[in-house]
């Protein structure tokens, strides 16, 4: 046989064989996307430990935290939970989500909330359902509750010469409308749900925290606390962080201090289903960080977004700690 021809041939094989090795690699990458998909994201350690949680920043309506608790109290080798809180609250539908979520966890699991720098409206909602609260002496607690926004823009309407009608079964039907000043009868109806809903707040204070409901209510006012004012109203049961959660926990439910204190989280996908997702998922394989690719956050706050009642310190945007 030629040289030329067992040369050639070598090549080829060579080729063939690096092309072979980089399918491989690019199945096994894909393999592991499909499993993270399967399993919802979430990162789950096998031996025992303690579950850390993390809710911070705004409250949306379906946060992810209420189902990495749920999962945590279906877990085995899940022996405590300590739910961090750095959170100035958001949409009250949330925080009911978390509170009922720590609740039902806490039937199977001891809970210890930590508020580490801020835990207002509706995160210190959520914190109320932990068998423990344990809040720094500088956080910013309380801010107790609740609050309907909107915006109505018919002067504007006027100036720019444009129109609005609208054919509905009942007056009070699709009330606020920001096309047009609300009647005082739709000022009331809003009242009134503002009304329930805080009541129902400030009963979950006074439940949790055995505080006459006189007391709660005005604690209630809206007003903001340190972690030091809020131990000294009851509004939480100790000052301090993390460590004293573990301590509170081995002293009153058994569980050894030295137990490893492990992260719960939700992973991201690989690959989202928009093509924006998409991108974002490309750079982070790549190793690229969040400057690499836009940014998918509306420049809107959260807040705004949100159609229906809140529970959060409206301060959130200017003043907060930096973690």
């Known amino acids: ?61 379906r946060p992810q935290a209420a189902d990495l608790i749920r999962k945590a109290s279906k877990s085995s080798s899940v022996k405590a939970i300590v739910l961090r809180i750095n959170s100035p609250g958001g949409a009250a539908s949330g925080g009911e989500l978390l ?37 720094r002496e500088s956080a910013i607690t309380g801010s107790i509750g609740v609050i309907f926004q909107f915006g109505h823009f018919e002067t504007l309407l006027e100036k720019i010469g444009a129109k609005y009608e609208e054919v509905k079964s009942a007056p009070l039907k699709g009330q606020p409308s920001p096309f047009g000043e609300p009647s005082q009868a739709a000022l009331n109806m809003l009242q009134d749900v503002v009304d329930d809903t805080y009541k129902w707040f400030v009963g979950l204070v006074v439940q949790h925290r055995g505080i006459a409901e006189a007391k709660a209510f005005d604690l209630a006012d809206g007003s903001i606390f340190t972690g030091r004012q809020a131990f000294e109203e009851k509004l939480v049961d100790e000052l301090g962080g993390e460590q004293q959660a573990l301590v509170w926990l081995n002293e009153n439910h058994e569980i050894p201090e030295d137990l490893p204190v492990s992260d719960w989280k939700r992973r991201d996908r690989v690959f989202g289903t928009r093509p924006s997702s998409a991108v974002a998922g490309l750079a982070r394989f790549l190793g690229l960080g969040p400057d690499a690719y ?8 959260k807040r705004l977004t949100v159609d229906g009642l809140l529970s959060v310190w409206q301060a959130s945007d200017v003043v907060g700690p930096s973690r």
């Open 1 to 61: 046989m030629d040289a030329e021809v067992i040369l050639d041939r070598r090549r080829l094989r060579r080729k063939t064989t690096f092309w072979r090795i980089i399918a491989f690699v690019l199945g096994i990458v894909a393999l592991l996307a499909m499993l993270a998909a399967v399993s919802g994201g979430s990162l789950i350690p096998k031996r025992d430990h303690v579950a850390r949680i993390t809710v911070d920043g705004f409250i949306a309506t």
């Open 294 to 301: 836009p940014a998918r956050e509306s420049v809107v706050p």
């Open 99 to 135: 509170y009922r979520s720590v609740v039902e966890a806490g039937e199977k699991k001891p809970i210890v909330a930590v508020i580490d720098g801020l835990g207002t409206s509706a995160a210190y909602m959520t914190a109320l359902g932990a068998d423990h609260i344990v809040a």
